[in-house]
């Protein structure tokens, strides 16, 4: 009997509810009907896992192209020229004397309206070991709750800024007067706490990392004490996904459910990690 290539698929969950390593699928194969079979993987496992799938540049872009439109960062959109072509793909280097970039939990670019859906990581060169991702499942960190913080939450909104961190290695490297123009281009922007998945409408905490400023109405040593709660909450390794890497290894996973963060294990070892987001919609909450 001839197998057809969906019939050769396999699934393996990493853990009982975030995670599944995949075989099986070509990323190369952009057809409606494999998009839809991957994303279908998505909204169940939250994060996927292929190994032995170095893509070209542009087959990296054209798989992501396929989930939507390809996200700008956007600090870079607001110094584009006309006669530029955006960057699409950003390569994350480790090395020596260029160490980890961001380490905290988070979930992408919180501080625009419409953040990134999904993220596409490529490893192309990785250190034997170390220098491991982890993603959280904000399903689960909502449904760990009590029912009476799940119904205090559900009516919270947030207010979400580029960090003072952020601002700061700005300032560094472009100075303070574009620091400014920044704040006056990306002004607070507002989420709700609890978001409702727009595919799955399950509902999720919409965890912000060091994005989340305050929380709307609060006085100011409520607000700090609620964040950095559940900036806590979610490092419960209950909720966690880890992932070690190894060359030719590609990651999808859902921006909308999850958080992520990159160990910081491996100096001074070299690494090269190749990403890129697509744009997502304005996040909402449906009380149902
Ligand atoms: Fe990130």
């Known amino acids: 009997m001839t197998l057809t290539a969906k019939e050769q698929i396999t699934v393996r969950r990493v853990t009982p509810t975030i995670g599944a390593e995949i075989t099986g699928i070509d990323l190369t194969d952009t057809s409606p009907e494999n998009i839809t079979q991957i994303n279908d993987l998505l909204l169940e496992h939250g994060v996927l896992f ?13 798989l992501a192209r396929s989930f939507g439109e390809l996200s700008i960062y956007p600090l870079e959109k607001i110094m584009l020229k006309p006669e530029d072509e955006p960057q699409y793909l950003t390569d994350i280097i480790d090395h020596e004397d260029d160490p980890i970039k961001q380490g905290n939990w988070h979930t992408d670019v919180t501080w625009i309206d419409e953040p990134p859906k999904l993220g596409f990581l490529q490893a192309v060169d990785v250190p034997a070991s170390g220098g491991d991702t982890l993603w959280a499942d904000l399903y689960k960190a909502y449904d760990a709750l009590s029912p009476v913080m799940q119904n205090f939450l ?3 909104t947030v207010n979400h800024r580029m960090s003072e961190n952020l ?5 560094r490297a472009a100075g303070q007067e574009f620091v400014q123009k920044l704040l006056e281009t990306f002004p607070t922007v507002q989420h709700p706490m609890v978001r ?4 799955t409408g399950r509902k999720a905490l919409f965890i912000g990392g060091e994005f989340m400023l305050s929380i709307e109405g609060m006085h100011d040593d409520e607000s700090q004490w609620l964040i950095k709660w559940l900036k806590h909450h979610i490092t419960n390794p209950n909720f966690h996904v880890r992932w070690s890497w190894t060359n030719g290894d590609f990651v999808i996973w859902d921006e909308r459910c999850t958080n992520h963060k990159a160990l910081n294990d491996h100096q001074p070892s070299y690494r090269h990690i190749r990403r890129c987001t697509v744009d997502g919609d304005k996040p909402f909450y449906l009380n149902n």
């Open 50 to 62: 292929f190994h032995d799938s170095m893509l070209e540049t542009e087959q990296h872009l054209d």
């Open 154 to 156: 559900e009516g919270i």
């Open 167 to 171: 601002l700061h290695r700005i300032g």
């Open 196 to 199: 409702t998945h727009p595919e």
